[in-house]
């Protein structure tokens, strides 16, 4: 608003003298030559250049808008950055859920992982004799085969990997154990 005021002041100024005959004030060049301009941001750059050539007043302005311009950039790209993280983050959050389900387009089963690691949080023995693993990231997984698994206590680290022919293996290190699962949950 400042530097419409000071363009009105200073092409008013201009009109009283050249209608005198007398040469324009200095500067009125300047603005005329940025009316000239059909693009609008160029324009108002332009503008901006004229009124700092003007006054210190017009170069205080110019110097606090170009910062204000800055900050915004600056504040733009940081919400763009965090905003994809964000992204990234859902997606990976998506791929680990999605992992080891049966349902889905043949492009999200090409997408998905390859290996989840989780930590037991807790185990049972289902009808058929064979373990459970409740993961903390939701998942249950079934023991496949009839081999008889040791006691696995909550918190163990596990690690889920896809298998040979569509199948999935729990790995647990501190028992030095693997065990073929498939998700049931």
């Known amino acids: 608003m400042r530097v419409l005021i000071l363009l009105l002041g200073a092409l008013l100024a201009a009109g009283p003298a050249q209608a005198q005959g007398s040469a324009a004030p200095a500067g009125t ?10 693009e ?3 324009r ?6 004229a009124v700092a050539a003007v006054s210190a007043e017009g ?3 110019a110097a606090e808008r170009a910062a204000a311009a800055e900050a915004s950039a600056k504040a733009r790209a940081e919400a763009e ?4 993280a964000e992204a990234a983050e859902r997606a990976k ?25 989780a930590a037991v949080t807790e185990t049972f023995t289902d009808a058929s ?4 693993f409740l993961l903390d990231n939701g998942q249950m997984w ?8 040791p006691i696995v206590r909550p918190g163990t680290p596990v690690v889920v990997r896809r298998a040979t022919m569509g199948g999935f293996i729990l790995r647990i290190d501190s028992l030095n154990r693997s065990v073929p699962v498939m998700r049931i949950q």
């Not at 060049?29 to 059909?38: K, N, V």
């Not at 108002?44 to 250049?49: A, E, F, G, M, T």
């Open 129 to 132: 004799r064979k373990r459970v």
């Open 44 to 49: 108002l750059q332009c503008y901006d250049r």
């Open 59 to 61: 170069r205080r302005l």
């Open 81 to 84: 950055a965090r905003a994809a």
């Open 40 to 42: 609008d941001a160029e």
């Open 29 to 38: 060049d300047a603005f005329l030559a940025c009316a000239r301009i059909a």
């Open 142 to 149: 079934r023991q496949t085969d009839g081999v008889l698994m």
């Open 93 to 117: 959050r998506a791929q680990v859920e999605s992992f080891g389900a049966r349902s889905g387009t043949p492009a999200e089963r090409e997408a998905r992982l390859d290996r989840i690691e």
